[in-house]
């Protein structure tokens, strides 16, 4: 695999981003492509491991040996097909995974590891270019009917897989538009959305039918998905994190997703529901260090922000991998994303007590408090606060950026079906209690990776042909075939 010793004679290389002062005028993406040369050389890292651990590290089993070899040796066509076995959306994870494959990587014990990411995207980029990646609508069709409630990755790729083995798919998506968290809720910087639209239409060639603003259980009755052979629920976990804190209801606090919600619709001229959400001018407090958050810090800095601050109730990580988290297990470290790079003083440790208003119920300061964690063997840990350390910060815009909480149980509550302890669609195998109706990514699992999403939606789509047919050609964890390609 790869060249013999390639990892000692080329070093890792990324791809570099647009100027911070140029990026923020805009809403574009701003990485510069390597070139093909360079591409392949980091292609040519890949070590011909005894173990290829990486395939552990992702969680859709991708062949990723086998397709660095072929973009070592410029076979980029057979490249996007092996890549494309596994992974119905790579031009998806290629921009957005945080690449657990890549801090599992062997070479990353003694090096840094090899670039699998960037190849990914860049194969998938090319195949387009070249116009390898073409509809591929089933020869024959089943007779049989499904429905799928959601369009996010995981719908997605239940779609995609369901109709390829024959089946009429349907899927419904309660928004004005395809792509679920894709579209509204990741930053056009981030992702544009042609990048969504253009497989899109690929799916809709190949024969899936797709019906918005049809919000299943309110507009749209759940008694019309018993017409359908099978019902597949990936409608995400969207419940939003809120804080029991006094103030939380005040002029000024919001939550993350709304602002970025209509930063992506106003960019492309949709209708927005309520006030315009704006940072222009006004001190920005994030509260919340993950994805979301660093995805407003982006935001923010864009709409010209006075000050953009980032609050985290945990401890800074290292810079380096934690002990805590040896190779090849996700590591403890750092993450300064390109959005922190643009401007955001990050806070740890902090958290907030109260959001302070004027006599009108704007917000204009947060107080917060220092805080340590206890860790005590065999119990869970306990947050502290540090005596004397609260402190005012300036503040006109709050965005809560904490997470989610698990599905909406609307669906739920009227077709009768159980869910768990953490409020997630309860599944064995992607089987709910009622025969026909199943459920796969964030509703099923809680708030996860998109490679994740995208891995429950094929393994669920496996599940669903095997209750309509018997049996299913469809494609295990790993190991991809046509029906896939």
């Known amino acids: 695999m790869g060249k013999l010793r390639g990892f000692k004679e080329f070093e890792r290389i990324d791809e570099t981003n647009v100027a911070v002062t140029d990026r923020v005028k805009n809403y574009k993406e701003f990485t510069v492509p390597l070139k093909e040369k360079d591409i392949k050389h980091q292609g040519s890292r890949c070590m011909d491991c005894g173990i290829p651990f990486c395939h552990s590290g992702c969680p859709l089993g991708n062949l990723i040996p086998d397709f660095n070899d072929m973009v070592h040796k410029g076979e980029w066509k057979r490249a996007s097909e092996i890549l494309h076995s596994t ?15 890549e801090k599992a990587c062997v070479l990353g014990i003694i090096d840094d590891p090899v670039s699998i990411e960037n190849i990914e995207k860049s194969i998938v980029e090319r195949g387009f270019a070249e116009g390898w990646i073409i509809p591929q609508p089933p020869k024959t069709r089943t007779g049989k009917t499904v429905a799928i409630v959601g369009s996010g990755p995981a719908g997605l ?50 024969g899936i039918e797709f019906k918005t603003n049809v919000n299943v259980g309110k507009n749209y009755s759940v008694k019309n998905l018993n017409t359908f052979d099978s019902v597949v629920l990936c409608g995400g976990a969207t419940v939003r994190r809120s804080l029991p804190v006094k103030g939380i209801e005040s002029k000024g606090v919001v939550q993350a997703m709304d602002f970025l919600t209509q930063q992506t619709k106003e960019l492309f001229g949709n209708p927005i529901e309520g006030d315009r959400i704006m940072a222009t001018g006004k001190d920005v407090i994030v509260i919340g260090g993950g994805d979301t958050g660093s995805d407003c810090v982006g935001t923010s800095n864009r709409h010209g922000a006075k000050s953009v601050t980032n609050f985290e109730i945990m401890p800074k990580p290292p810079i380096g991998r934690s002990e805590k988290t040896p190779w090849p297990f996700w590591p403890l470290q ?18 907030t007590k109260e959001f302070i208003t004027n006599d009108k119920g704007e917000l204009t300061a947060l107080k917060t408090v220092e805080v ?34 698990g599905p909406e149980q609307t669906i739920a ?3 009768g ?46 599940e669903v042909d095997i209750f309509l047919t018997g049996q299913s050609n469809l494609p295990t964890k790993g190991n991809g075939d046509i029906l896939s390609a």
């Open 87 to 101: 992974n119905n959306f790579p031009e998806f994870t290629g921009r957005l995974c945080p690449a657990p494959c």
């Open 334 to 351: 750092l993450k300064t994303s390109s959005s922190h790079e643009e401007g955001c003083d990050r806070n740890w440790l902090i958290n």
């Open 417 to 462: 079906l159980e869910v768990d302890a953490r409020s997630n669609y309860k599944a064995q195998n992607y089987h709910t209690n009622i025969p026909h109706i199943f459920t796969a990514g964030d509703m099923r699992r809680g708030q996860s990776l998109i490679v994740w999403a995208i891995t429950e939606g094929r393994e669920a789509a496996r």
């Open 413 to 415: 509550e009227q077709l």
């Open 157 to 206: 790729a239940a779609a995609q897989q369901l109709n390829r083995a024959g089946h009429t798919v349907t899927v419904f998506e309660r928004d004005d538009a395809i792509g679920g968290l894709l579209r509204y809720g990741i930053p056009n910087f981030k992702m544009e959305k042609e990048i969504i639209d253009r497989r899109v239409a690929i799916l809709k060639a190949e």
């Open 372 to 405: 340590q964690w206890e860790i005590v063997p065999g119990q869970r840990p306990k947050l502290v606060e540090k005596e004397g350390s609260e402190k005012i910060w300036p503040c006109d815009l709050a965005l809560l950026a904490l997470g989610f909480t």
